[in-house]
């Protein structure tokens, strides 16, 4: 409708997740970094949580787009609260297995010989589960197990799991301790900061073909992002109701009363809301690994940043570059981390029962900190 008017080639806001559309925030390109990271490794788990409509699933299908398929066999599943038995079912027929009147152990012989056939053919396998807050312990148990099928000590399958905040909690839970073990890196994606939803809005519109035309008053963005807290699946809906309204009322120019208007009419159809974040978002462990500094600016920190615009001190090219290097260097020092984990719980398992890591993890130091005390540094001074 009012994509011709105002002379669109396509909806700039529609809610279904379009990897075409893809904006690359400061969150959204750190947590594309740890998922590229993940797929150089080859191994382990990464975990991505986020509130409904941050903006997960676009990251996902960004990804699968890049990654080169004749290495990569990808597959990607929603899960659902299916049994342990039907999630296996799920990632075989994403798989392209017949699955259908099998026993699970049939099953698992046919899973891992497909992946053992995508190894002989130089491939590997990634598996994506998105909505992993819902898989109850039994099924994420199966997922971990799937890890176990290995060649050379090189695992065949990789899975990465996408889901809700209360996917956090869930990996705090004692029977996710083996799964714990093996997650390289996590990251929480919070919402966009002021600055960057108006970027984000003018990103759609441009590519779409916006040449200005509705003009948007400055004020408006300001609003937009009061409104919607910076969650893109709730700044697409405003915006769309924005330009339909502008389409009805023949406007050219959008201001910051049409959007408190706007606003209001949301309001009362589908009712007041919240964007919860959760407090302990920012800087804190999920699953025991560090989550990225100032991840999302869940906690309220991009106030700073928005005064920090406004003073004119930033250099939006400059602090890309440098903030998708720091991505980079985050997941690097996880992985590190993680395999320093492993060459401690070695060299002091022979003291220690079989799959006793609760004595291990009391008696061995942080492996970040006991490296960086060797070089006379501590790590929280760096950031990470």
Not at 234 to 260: M, W, Y
Not at 276 to 290: F, K, Q, Y
Not at 296 to 313: E, F, H, I, K, V
């Amino acid at each position: 409708m009012y994509e011709t008017y105002y002379g669109l080639s396509g909806k700039p806001f529609q809610l279904n997740p379009d990897p075409d559309f893809f904006y690359g925030s400061r969150g959204h390109k750190r947590a594309m970094a740890y998922l590229e990271y993940g797929v150089h490794q080859g191994e382990g788990f990464i975990v991505i949580t986020g509130e409904v409509g941050a903006g997960k699933t676009t990251l996902v299908r960004n990804l699968l787009r890049k990654v080169p398929n004749e290495r990569i066999s990808a597959a990607q599943i929603v899960s659902t609260q299916v049994e342990a038995d039907d999630l296996l079912r799920l990632v075989a027929g994403s798989f392209g297995i017949e699955h259908h009147g099998i026993a699970k152990s049939d099953l698992l012989l046919r899973l891992e010989a497909h992946f053992r056939s995508l190894h002989d053919a130089g491939r590997r396998a990634l598996l994506i589960v998105d909505e992993a807050q819902n898989l109850s312990p039994r099924a994420v148990e199966e997922l971990r197990m799937l890890s176990n099928f290995q060649v050379e000590n090189r695992s065949l399958v990789q899975s990465f799991l996408v889901g809700q905040p209360e996917f956090r909690e869930i990996m705090q839970h004692a029977q996710m301790r083996q799964l714990k073990q093996r997650i390289l890196a996590s990251y929480h994606l919070g919402p966009l900061d002021r600055t960057e939803t108006q970027s984000y809005v003018e990103h759609r519109l441009r590519h779409v073909g916006w040449r200005a035309h509705p003009a948007f008053d400055s004020e408006c963005f300001e609003r937009i992002f009061d409104y919607s807290a910076g969650v893109p699946r709730r700044i697409n809906s405003l915006c769309d109701r924005l330009l339909l309204a502008g389409f009805l009322a023949e406007r050219k120019t959008i201001s910051p009363q049409h959007v408190d208007e706007v606003f209001a009419e949301l309001n009362e159809e589908l009712g007041p809301s919240r964007i919860p974040t959760p407090p302990d978002a920012p800087g804190t462990e999920v699953a025991g690994i560090p989550a990225a500094p100032g991840a999302g600016y869940a906690d309220g920190s991009w106030q700073g940043a928005r005064s920090r615009a406004a003073a004119g001190n930033t250099h939006p090219d400059r602090i890309g570059e440098l903030d998708e290097r720091l991505a980079l260097l985050e997941a690097s020092q996880q992985i590190t981390n993680e395999m320093l984990r492993k060459v401690l719980r070695a060299l002091r398992g022979q003291g220690l029962a079989a799959g006793d890591d609760s004595e291990l993890e009391a008696q061995s130091p942080d492996p970040a900190r006991a490296v960086a005390s060797s070089h006379g540094t501590e790590p929280g001074k760096t950031g990470f």
